[in-house]
């Protein structure tokens, strides 16, 4: 037991540990080393001295003139890779070169200055937010010598010479100047000095901290007993919201596995056992947080993750379908048996299932969760975070644990009943496989899998069947129950075969197909990066939503459903500008972009100005209705 308790915690540990092993970044101008200069015949060269465990990627290296005349660049071809952030591209180690024909800058007449754009990142590490130097063209001095090459560099550094003198060193992001300036009997040096633009670590929104500290408040008014008794009714109150539902069958499935009726007694144990584990991870998130910087169960969101949970409730399914049976060891059963005589069921099982549950099978961040977690990084109190974090958990659990105590005793007693439930149970672990790997796979492949399992379902509940006359209504039952699901996997084939991707609305393409009917999810514009975002902002004539959401988030699947397809809301965004940052992916850039922001996971929306200066009071976190959302816009409209 012991052994395979300490298993369990080193793999949730794995993404935490490879995390904290990653060697910190070097400032990007240290990474890439950035120089320029004339050719004799008037050309422009531009050369990155690249560090090691760095890459540059050859289509970010751009030129342009400050008026927006694009600057024709030669680049040499690069290394292939596999980019986890965009795909197939090449890069370049170690250093590269960029160079203009004399004639395009000939072309170019009596442009002032050219602004040179770059993009890299560290080996499975970070990546920097795009880079831009200006190059004062008027001032570059011709080199009489082939430039940029390293062996000339590293002679003149042996004899001494000046390579680079710089005034002082840019703040990593910062958009640079560079100037030459000739020295008497030494080639042409360039001088590099900042423009005045904010350091790296400057968020491009200015975040509104004054009523997010409610942790805070809990602790002046009644201590940390306090937070911990309120945190724990908190979660009673969140017992029931999308992220917890789905916990529901997981347990009702763990109950029904021992093949018979349990004790209400022994319901009660399994539950709270699972409920113990799930309150348990929720105290590993506060823990985590404080260690890493980051939400982990955004971290454990990875494609990795998701289909290892998938296929364990496939392997639950199959056995529940009787084609073999998952058991402990034997002297592991034996003992058990000796300390608990007449018990059935796995309580390594459940732990095990509650504490997978909470991190990666209902990974929704709740206002509660993000101000536990914001308060564990503002004022680095693990010890009380991680308990009201728990106790968070455990107040989720209660009603799990009634249902388990209560349900245990409600489910058939051993026979063809209880045998009809367990394969029942191996369909709802296959829905839940289906559920989780729809936060990876297209929405019209994961229709077909729905529509696959309720035919699947149809047939094993009879819909088939021939019914005699002596047939009670239980079969009837069935019969009839099988043959909805079969109708509506039958449409659900349909509505995936034409494109459709809501299992709930599978044939709304085809209602659409006469005159055009507006989407139910309104157009946002994906952003990465602070700068973007900023900028976006800043050259907006109204305010601006930034929502916070991704494919695998429950929650906010409900929200694009009910708040953005309400009428009433769909008017009041019309007044915004839209803006999206998708945590699909666990990327570096939008972890960044997350701290800046103050954002713990989604769904989280922001109401900002075109100064970029959230409006206070507005922020929206977790499950958000129709009429909160009214509140916070009209909120920030009147701002």
């Not at 422009?44 to 290296?61: F, H, K, N, S």
């Not at 929104?205 to 009714?233: E, T």
């Not at 993000?370 to 974090?389: E, P």
Request: proline share 6%; aromatic share 8%; hydrophobic share 50%.
């Amino acid at each position: 037991m012991r052994s395979m308790t300490i298993f369990f915690s080193l793999w949730l540990f794995l993404p935490l540990a490879s995390a904290l092993a990653q060697t910190a970044p070097l400032p990007v101008d240290t990474a890439f080393a950035f120089s320029a200069n004339k050719t004799a015949a008037g050309g422009l060269e531009l050369r990155w001295e690249i560090a090691d465990g760095y890459y540059l990627y050859r289509d970010r290296i751009a030129a342009q003139t400050t008026d927006g005349r694009n600057v024709p660049m030669t680049t040499p071809a690069g290394e292939p890779k596999d980019d986890p952030y965009f795909g197939r591209m090449e890069v370049y180690h170690r250093s590269t070169e960029a160079s203009a024909e004399p004639a395009a800058i000939a072309d170019l007449g009596d442009a002032p200055a050219v602004t040179v754009s770059y993009q890299g990142c560290q080996d499975d590490g970070i990546c920097y937010r795009p880079q831009t130097k200006t190059l004062d063209l008027a001032a570059l001095s011709a080199q009489p010598t082939t430039p940029g090459k390293a062996e000339d560099a590293l002679n003149r550094l042996v004899q001494g010479e000046s390579i680079w003198k710089r005034q002082s060193v840019p703040a990593a992001g910062a958009e640079t100047s560079v100037a030459t300036a000739p020295q008497a009997g030494t080639p042409a040096t360039t001088t590099i000095s900042n423009l005045p633009q904010p350091s790296a670590g400057t968020p491009g929104i200015a975040i509104d901290r004054s009523n997010r500290g409610f942790v805070a408040d809990l602790l002046a008014d009644g201590g940390a007993a306090w937070v911990v008794a309120m945190f724990f009714v908190l979660g009673l109150g969140l017992a029931f919201t999308p992220c917890v539902l789905p916990m529901y069958p997981i347990l009702a499935g763990q109950l029904s596995r021992g093949g018979e009726r349990l004790s209400a007694g022994r319901g009660f144990v399994v539950s709270a056992t699972y409920v113990g584990a799930m309150a348990a991870a929720f105290g590993l998130l506060g823990v985590a947080a404080a260690w890493s910087g980051q939400n982990l169960q955004i971290a454990l969101q990875s494609k990795a993750a998701i289909l290892f949970v998938s296929a364990l409730f496939v392997v639950l399914a199959l056995s529940m379908f009787g084609l073999f049976e998952l058991r402990l060891p034997a002297a592991w059963t034996n003992a058990i048996a000796r300390k608990a005589p007449g018990s059935r069921g796995s309580l390594s099982s459940s732990a095990a299932l509650g504490f997978t549950s909470a991190l990666i099978v209902g990974p929704c961040v709740t206002a509660p969760l993000a101000g536990g977690l914001l308060y564990i990084a503002q004022t680095g109190d693990v010890g009380l975070g991680a308990v009201a974090l728990s106790a968070l958990g455990l107040g989720q659990g209660i009603p799990l644990i009634v249902f388990g105590t209560i349900g245990s005793r409600a489910l058939p007693k051993a026979g063809r009943w209880m045998v009809l439930v367990t394969r029942a149970f191996g369909f709802a672990f296959l829905g839940l496989a289906i559920w989780m790997m729809s936060r990876i796979l297209p929405p019209t492949a994961t229709l077909g899998l729905w529509s696959a399992l309720l035919l699947g379902a149809g047939v094993f509940l009879g819909a088939l069947d021939v019914l005699g006359s002596e047939a009670g209504v239980p079969q009837r039952l069935a019969k009839a129950g099988g043959f909805a699901a079969m109708l509506y996997g039958a449409i659900l084939a349909v509505g995936a075969a034409a494109g459709a991707d809501d299992p709930l609305r599978p044939l709304a393409s085809l209602a659409t197909a006469g005159p055009a009917a507006p989407s139910e999810k309104p157009i946002f514009r994906k952003v990465r990066d602070s700068a973007d975002m900023a900028a976006l902002v800043r050259a907006a004539d109204r305010p601006s939503l930034i929502y916070t959401t991704a494919e695998w988030c429950v929650t906010c699947k409900v929200i694009e459903r009910n708040v953005f397809g309400d009428p009433t809301v769909r008017a009041e965004l019309a007044g915004f500008q839209l803006l999206e940052l998708d945590l699909t992916e666990d990327d570096p850039a939008r972890t960044a972009l997350m701290k800046e922001l103050d954002v713990v996971g989604p769904p989280t929306m922001l109401f900002v100005d075109n100064q970029a200066r959230e409006v206070p009071g507005s922020r929206l976190i977790g499950d958000i209705t129709a009429s909160g959302f009214l509140a916070a816009a009209r909120l920030a409209e009147g701002s």
